[in-house]
């Protein structure tokens, strides 16, 4: 296919995020609308962008590929994420709109203290800057592969233009914004991933009822394991897991919840998130749907499958075996999965970071708006140069590295957030700060030292250990001190 037609799509993309943009932002460009649009967002436009958020480029390339090495026992780690978002509306939401908060973490400045609350707004700046960037590392890279390359155009351009792109449609009105736009791109990744679905099902010479067939015959539709308790993909695992993991990566993340505090009210807020919650599932199974299929045509044409498992999809969608117009569709799909990631990052971090750091809400509306369109910059040259620094590196084991390592960030806040809502116990406020960083150091001690002695390999339980010994620090650091008052739990 023509390059000069796939930079016209491209192109075509992005102005009509700038149009949304021009549009949603030209009556309001003050703090208020850039953080939480004025509280006035649609709850139903919040939940089918919040979708797209969740679903990263690398989701988009990776969980179709995971099916090889574990079939779609993914999907028990996805039915606890359902459980997650239930307990996020019934617990957490309504504590942020109590207290009115704009930055989740604010509620440790109350609940605990100021050192309570600097740390817990640093450990997601760090764990979200960096973990967003390679997530858009990863998709950069895959773009200027398979696409950009073809036109000899530099990867550092490719990184600058397209974060360029996304300071472009977010500087002005942020969350406001987002919630549009990141609509937009949801509606166009779960349209491509149905096309790609629909070109492989063709190329099978199969209608859908034996698209059907094909998915329950194949030895890789196994979703459940029940048997072997040392395996990571153990159920009880994966379940259990999937709950913590969206309580800490959705629930106590600025990013996500940014979103809902956005909504009108409560109500509207709990209503997105149940609505959100239902339809990450069966998004979730579409994706690994089509990694059985991809599989399956392999072994029906005899097709060698890279040794990456997130290679899978880009080989087949840019090597010309599913017709040479799936690029087409490959590329809108992974570039609305990467942005609707990378944008709402970018206005999250830039909250955060004016807010629980910089304290901009003390500050006169027009110093604040110049501090936060500077901070916003500065966030955007930031992502650029992590970037850069990853494709100096140039290994991805670094990156698989950069995750672990962010994972373990969410434990301290998990464990902040439990012992603050579910205790009436008062911690010394300044030794926090050594708690939460002690924490993820012992995890990382246990995982070795079990993985040397028993051979056990943590999994996403990890996560839970982490919170568990945070909340044990929290606990021992509040011994001798007094309670507080009721009134501070939800």
């Known amino acids: 296919m023509n390059s000069y037609i796939i930079l016209f799509i491209i192109a075509a993309y992005f102005g009509i995020l700038l149009l949304i943009a021009w549009i949603t932002g030209r009556k309001s460009t003050s703090n208020e609308a850039f953080f939480l649009g004025n509280r006035k967002s649609p709850w139903y436009i919040v939940s089918i962008g919040m979708v797209g958020t969740s679903l990263s480029g690398v989701t988009f390339v990776s969980v179709p590929g995971m099916v090889r090495s574990i079939d779609m026992t993914y999907m028990q780690t996805v039915l606890g994420f359902f459980f997650g978002y239930i307990l996020i509306a019934k617990v957490l939401l309504p504590l942020y709109y109590k207290l009115q908060l704009t930055t989740i973490y604010s509620y440790l400045d109350d609940r605990i203290g100021r050192h309570s609350y600097k740390t817990g707004a640093s450990f997601f700046l760090l764990s979200k800057i960096v973990g967003a960037a390679a997530r858009l590392y990863l998709v950069v890279l895959i773009l200027q592969h398979y696409v950009f390359s073809t036109w000899?155009?530099?990867?550092a351009v490719t990184?600058?233009?397209s974060i360029f792109l996304v300071w472009l449609y977010t500087y002005r009105s942020g969350i406001k914004t987002i919630i549009w736009t990141d609509t937009l791109q949801a509606l166009c990744l779960v349209a491509m991933l149905i096309v790609i679905i629909w070109q492989v099902k063709d190329k099978m010479q199969l209608d859908f009822g034996g698209m059907v067939q094909t998915l329950q015959a194949s030895p890789h539709f196994r979703i459940f394991e029940f048997d072997d308790w040392h395996s990571t993909q153990h159920f009880v695992k994966q379940f259990f897991s999937g709950i913590f993991i969206t309580i800490v990566?959705?629930?106590l993340d600025q990013d996500m919840m940014q979103k809902n505090l956005s909504c009108k009210s409560l109500k509207d807020a709990q209503k997105n998130m149940y609505t959100y919650g239902f339809a990450f599932t069966?998004?979730?199974f579409l994706f690994l749907s089509l990694g059985v299929l991809l599989v399956a045509l392999a072994s029906q044409q005899h097709i060698e499958?890279?040794?990456?498992?997130?290679?899978?999809?880009?080989?087949?969608?840019t090597s010309g075996i599913l017709g040479h117009s799936i690029l087409v569709f490959f590329t809108i799909g992974i570039i609305a999965a990467a942005f609707s990631s990378a944008d709402s990052a970018l206005t999250a971090l830039t909250t955060s970071f004016c807010i629980d750091i910089l304290g901009v809400e003390k500050e006169q509306a027009?110093?604040?708006?110049?501090?936060?369109?500077a901070v916003h910059l500065m966030i955007s040259a930031l992502f650029a140069i992590i970037i850069l620094i990853f494709k100096a590196v140039n290994?991805?084991?670094v990156i698989d590295a950069i995750y672990m390592i962010a994972s373990y960030t969410y434990g301290p806040l998990l464990?902040?957030?439990v012992f603050g809502l579910f205790t009436k116990l008062q911690p010394r406020d300044k030794f926090v700060p050594y708690i939460c960083i002690l924490s993820p150091l012992l995890c990382f001690a246990t995982d070795y030292l079990v993985k040397q002695y028993t051979g056990y390999v943590f999994g996403y339980e990890m996560l839970m250990l982490n919170g568990g010994l945070t909340f044990l620090g929290l606990w021992l650091s509040s011994l001798n001190t007094k309670r507080i008052p009721t009134i501070h739990n939800s």
């Open 152 to 155: 000899n155009i530099p990867f």
């Open 159 to 161: 990184v600058v233009i």
């Open 249 to 251: 990566m959705t629930g």
């Open 282 to 284: 069966p998004v979730n």
């Open 305 to 317: 499958l890279p040794a990456m498992n997130d290679d899978i999809l880009p080989m087949f969608c």
């Open 366 to 373: 027009q110093t604040a708006k110049r501090t936060r369109l």
């Open 395 to 397: 290994s991805r084991s």
């Open 415 to 417: 464990g902040l957030f």
